[in-house]
């Protein structure tokens, strides 16, 4: 079966076929659904292949992936794979478990022209190889972003979703607070801990070093940091820990350490996971757009590997604060701001 005879079948020219199946956008409705009927008729395949060697692309995108187990993620692949299905791009799919050697192996598959451009959804990579990589592909890094180099990116304002939850915290009642934080060579944990200390430092409160833990994203990790919290002479009243699945954990060791949440201890996490509003108490926290962000990001990637140029190359997307049940009204009284 050829192109030439879905075209001959549809009653329109090989060309439109072809912008069908590549372009969708560029045709109208009804000349669309009448090739793809007739597309499904005859059970049309694309010869790939070839189509690769007349037009130099591979039609897929590499998206690379810190760790595909973290919920997180998945809910920003969702929007990356459906905009680029509509857009008839395949995806590949690269998780690199956080070891940055992988991360280097899956970025060869570009130098070996296995894809079109790459998605980013972690950067742990030095600046120079960024660079090398953003100078020789279209690339787009989404969720991170790298300071001093010039790379397309889509994110929240880590600093200020942190500084807006402390806050939350602070008028609530709080004034021994707690941060729970992913790895500090990651610059989202580095950025929630500086939101977390200007909030504390706008209402004139002190943050004991102790009350500082570094953990590593997962649901153990905030479960053993808060367990040393909770060691403490004098423990935090409130917790803000660095994403949702590990402030599940906070929960679990506050619990099992005979007290309430957030009778006894506030906790409050970041993400805005289904899993915060299943859980009991549902969870404080932060809600990204995850799905916006893997769309924005395909869509810039896109415009980059079609030749185009980007208006904005730093896309940064609204965040919001969700109060639920996990942080409480401690004392029924709020703290009044310092004047300056």
Known sequence: MKMSDVAKKANVSPATVSRVLRQPDLVNKKTREKVLKVVSELNYKPHMIASQFRTQETKTILVIVPDIT????????RGIEHMALKHGYQ????DT????????????????KQADG??????RMDSKSLKELSASFPMVLACEYVDELDIPTVSIDNISGARKLTEHLINVGHKKVAYISGPMNVILSRDRLRGF?????????????????EGDYEIESGYNQMVKLLAL???PTAVFVFNDEMALGTIKAVQDHG???PEDIAVVGFDNLKMATIFSPRMT?????KYEIGQRATNMLLTLMKGGSLEKKKIVLKDELIIRESCGYFQQKSVTKPVN
């Open 70 to 77: 973290r919920p997180f993620f998945s809910e920003v692949l």
């Open 91 to 94: 995806v590949i799919l690269g």
């Open 97 to 112: 478990e956080n070891n940055i050697e992988r991360e280097k192996e899956y970025v060869e598959l570009m130098y070996k």
């Open 118 to 123: 790459v998605l980013l959804l972690t950067a």
């Open 197 to 213: 200390q200007q909030a504390m430092a706008q209402y004139d409160l002190p943050v004991d070093p102790s009350y500082i833990q």
């Open 233 to 235: 002479e004098d423990p």
């Open 259 to 261: 007290l309430k949440v």
């Open 285 to 289: 926290t932060i809600d990204q757009p």
